[in-house]
């Protein structure tokens, strides 16, 4: 009797590995996918990428997989070029499709490069310059004119300060007070800096976090800094919501 129930034990055990086993395999599934898919799509993306893309010279990614929609997608990247990355997307058995057009032939690679040096550049002004070491400052460019924009950039090319697209630059930063003064201070000093150093932005934000207080000020104007009236329009912008003009929002 006694031997007769460790087998039923040792049965029951077993099943329970098993179940487990399969339930951590299911799950792991779920999230990351399981090697004979992965592999099938990582040979569907390899052959789309040589069957389209030969004339590049693309190193391919192991694909990633996606759960919440049970797709997978890989980076391809040149070797030769920095701007020349983009996505492909694998699902239900073949390559649906990729970003190449968006990214690369439209140069949206480009200017996210761009835009990043300029901000490098920026943040190192308001460091030097302001004494705001851990600035975050950001600087994009305008990416709705997207003709235009294929007309002015070129693929790996170096980045110049005077390329003849609109930049908006965001101060971000922590500041211990948050008074409207302050805030004018802050926006009239980074654009002095900014022309000093050739950096010319046609549009100002700022925000600043400190604890549970934050403020964000967006559309501000290089007019609007050398009005000698900026502690006024913010003011008077922070009391309204017109959303055509500058905007002051400040949470304590």
Same mark, same amino acid.
């Given at each position: 009797m006694k031997?007769?129930?460790? =087998?039923? @034990?040792? $049965?029951? %055990?077993? @099943?329970? #590995?098993? %179940?487990?086993?399969g339930g951590i395999?299911? &799950?792991?599934? #779920?999230?990351?996918?399981?090697? $004979?898919?992965? /592999?099938?799509?990582?040979k569907a993306i390899q052959k789309y990428v040589n069957e389209n893309y030969s004339f590049l010279d693309l190193e391919v990614e192991k694909a990633t997989y996606n759960f919440k929609d049970s797709s997978y997608f890989a980076m391809a990247k040149s070797r030769t070029s920095i701007d020349t990355q983009f #996505? &492909? !997307? !694998?699902?239900?058995? =073949?390559?649906?499709r990729d970003d190449y057009e968006g990214y690369v032939v439209e140069k949206f690679n480009t200017l996210t490069r761009l835009s990043e040096e300029y901000s490098? &550049?920026? =943040?190192?002004?308001? #460091?030097? +310059?302001?004494g705001y070491e851990n600035n975050t400052t950001m600087v994009m460019f305008d990416m709705d004119d997207h003709e235009r924009n294929m007309e002015l950039l +070129?693929? *790996? /090319?170096k980045f110049d300060k005077a390329i003849p697209i609109d930049a908006e630059v965001t101060i971000r930063l922590d500041l211990q007070d948050y008074s $409207?003064?302050?805030?004018? =201070?802050?926006l009239? *000093? %980074?654009?002095?800096a900014f022309v000093d150093n050739d950096c010319h932005f046609y549009k100002y934000g700022l925000y600043a976090e400190n604890n549970d207080t934050y403020v964000m000020v967006n559309d501000v104007s290089p007019a609007d800094i050398?009005?000698? +009236?900026?502690?006024?329009l913010l003011e008077e912008a922070k009391h309204n919501d017109n959303p055509l003009g500058i905007s002051v929002f400040i949470k304590e």
């Open positions: 031997r007769k129930n460790k =087998k039923l @034990v040792r $049965i029951f %055990a077993g @099943v329970v #590995a098993i %179940a487990l086993i395999l299911f &799950i792991t599934n #779920a999230f990351v996918g399981n090697p $004979i898919s992965a /592999m099938m799509a990582n #996505a &492909i !997307y !694998y699902q239900s058995g =073949k390559v649906q490098f &550049i920026a =943040k190192s002004i308001i #460091a030097r +310059e302001l +070129e693929l *790996d /090319m $409207i003064e302050t805030l004018a =201070k802050v009239t *000093d %980074a654009h002095q050398e009005s000698g +009236e900026l502690v006024n």
